[in-house]
């Protein structure tokens, strides 16, 4: 969707005419081409995106049964002394670090 | 960009004098001063361990990691620099700005979710961290550190210089003293409450520069006649200026789209700041609030520099000798002294947080991110953390006092090293389990290598790259060229690259 919004603002904007300067048209205070690229390229991917992401969050983004793997994951690993906690950064204590490489 | 904007603002017009010159003007920046000092006493008193240091303790609600990645990534140059842009070359600089819509989204889709859950598997502080936890790989941690301390420094310098200046702007002072003022300034806070100082005096200043913003665009439509006089305005005497790509070369627009967009990815003081939020679950509402605290800071980029350019071809105001007076010339001459007085403590301000927000994960790449990568302990990070501070407040501010060669040439590194060396190995590497270890090195490699050497060659007028394409695009592109080649050649050993609850959160 966001790419469609994209690929079609920029395409409008190539084709669309410069401005007459003796009698220029606007759409909502901008000339054509301007006024694509604001409102078009600029603010509508803007506000949709964020909308988008937020109505499926909770179904593609991260489900409740994700978090809670995960946090199990992190007990699991907390319990057998793997790296949860983290260990206390002010502390003199080695971290081990990522493996070799 | 913010370099040449402060230069010029302390040589050419003498906006600076005019600002200082006025007593409500130094009185709101005397005030935001001391609003910075009690939040960073206050955060000071909280900062017990490494982990409140570099990361806030882990506790950060929406809304204030909200508006400190808003505030970090904006600095001052939406504030100067944008709109002087656009005053220059017209709508094609916009294309800066409108990225915006893209990495937003994208960020918050390919790295926020990924980084905040291993931040509750695995001990990660820094984004080295989890490069060298994705590739488990110690060269792969150390290669993303040195790229953060080389554009941290850059960035740092050029960031004390235009402070110096706008400090100077503000106080009239003079430059070294505004410049140690304001190096003063940061260092105490950021030195005493880390990050947790950095992301409140983000809220802080955050809030109030969207409100200023707002009532600023206000006096733009009323100072114009509203958007379509200006337009017409604009358009009879300039007809390209509003034209898609203004007066810049479509590839440059386009080379701005690439690097700003998906160079967003790769900024290390905004995404570092996902791991600091408290519930993972609230990123369902990160991006819409951070693109409305975007749309509102933008206002002024794009009133401004429309504004100052109709006002200039209608005779309202003369044309400006340096593009980067446009904010200043404006606020002074069309809004009431207290927004203008606003606006420059704002900037000022926004320069601070972002300072504070580079030399906390400078800090944390010579304490935490090099020690790990050559095998070395790690201990006793808060203090040597509060060390490194000192030394790269210290040494960033030396060489943007004492070094114009050193600071110019480092100042044109920043967000283009950033995306370059870690666009492909963190944010491609997060979300595709074919990414390999020799993959994302040789990925950095070729980012850090080739930004240096474009960059360099165009700095020392050698060699520039045809058709206006940008060195931070071409760096971005052959990294990412670069990783994808070698991950395909080097495919068999994936998997070995791969911790199975790494590889779990890359499935979710």
Known sequence: MLAVVLLGGFAAMLLLPLPDPDEPVLWLGLPPGAAVLVYGVGLLPFFLAPISYALTFDEWTLREEDLERVRQMAAERDRVGEGRPPPPLGAAKADPGPGSG | ?508
């Open chain 2, 1 to 508: 960009m913010l370099l040449t904007s402060g230069v010029r603002l302390q040589e050419a017009s003498g906006l600076a004098e005019a600002a200082s010159s006025q007593p409500i003007i130094v009185a709101v920046g005397g005030a935001y001063f001391v609003v910075v000092g009690i939040i960073g006493l206050w955060a000071a008193r909280r900062t017990r361990t490494a982990e409140d240091f570099f990361l806030a303790g882990r506790a950060v609600g929406l809304v204030a990691m909200t508006l400190a990645a808003m505030s970090a990534t904006f600095s001052g140059f939406a504030f100067i620099g944008g709109p002087g842009l656009f005053y220059q070359v017209g709508l094609g600089s916009f294309f800066l700005f409108l990225s915006a819509a893209v990495s937003i989204a994208m960020t918050t889709w390919v790295l926020a979710k990924r980084m905040r859950l291993l931040a509750e598997i695995r001990p990660v502080v820094t984004i080295p961290d989890a490069v060298g936890a994705r590739y488990r790989s110690r060269l792969a941690h150390g290669l993303a550190a040195v790229s953060i301390l080389v554009g941290v420094l850059g960035y740092m310098a050029t960031n004390f210089l235009a402070l110096g200046i706008v400090v100077d702007a503000i106080f009239g002072i003079g430059f070294e003293w505004s410049l140690w003022l304001g190096m003063g300034t940061v260092l105490a806070y950021a030195t005493a409450g880390g990050i947790l100082a950095g992301i409140y005096t983000d809220v802080f200043q955050g809030l109030l520069m969207m409100v200023a913003s707002l009532f600023v665009f206000a006096f733009v439509l009323d100072s114009g006649g509203g958007l379509g006089a200006m337009s017409t305005a604009i358009v009879a005497a300039d007809p390209a200026f509003l034209s898609p790509w203004g007066h810049l070369p479509p590839q440059t627009a386009f080379s701005f789209f690439l690097v700003f967009g998906l160079g967003l990815l790769g900024q290390p003081h905004v995404i570092h700041k996902f791991y600091m939020l408290r519930d993972p679950r609230r990123l369902k509402w990160f991006p819409i609030l951070v693109t409305l605290a975007f749309f509102l800071a933008g206002l002024l980029w794009f009133g401004v520099g429309l504004a100052v350019k109709a006002l200039t071809v209608e005779g309202a105001m003369a044309p400006l000798e340096n593009p980067d007076d446009a904010t200043p010339a404006f606020l002074l001459g069309f809004t009431p002294v207290t927004l203008a007085a606003v606006v420059f403590a704002g900037v000022a301000a926004a320069i601070m947080s972002t300072v504070n927000s580079f030399v906390n994960v400078g800090a944390a790449a010579l304490v935490r991110d090099l020690p790990t990568a050559l095998g070395l302990p790690v201990k006793n990070e808060l203090f040597r953390g509060r060390v490194a501070t000192v030394f790269l407040c210290v040494l960033a501010a030396g060489i943007a006092q004492f070094s114009g060669f050193l600071v110019a040439f480092l100042a044109i590194f920043g967000l283009g090293l950033f995306a370059s060396t870690l666009v492909p190995a963190l944010a491609v590497g997060l979300n595709w389990e074919g990414a390999t270890r020799a993959g994302a090195v040789a990925s950095m490699a070729t980012g850090l290598g080739l930004t240096l050497l474009l960059e360099g060659a165009a700095f020392f007028e050698l060699y520039t790259l045809p058709q206006g394409v940008t060195a931070s695009g071409a760096a971005l592109v052959a990294s990412l060229l670069a990783f994808f080649v070698v991950c395909r050649l080097s495919r068999s050993s994936a998997p070995e690259t791969l911790d199975p609850d790494i590889r779990e959160i890359m499935r979710m």
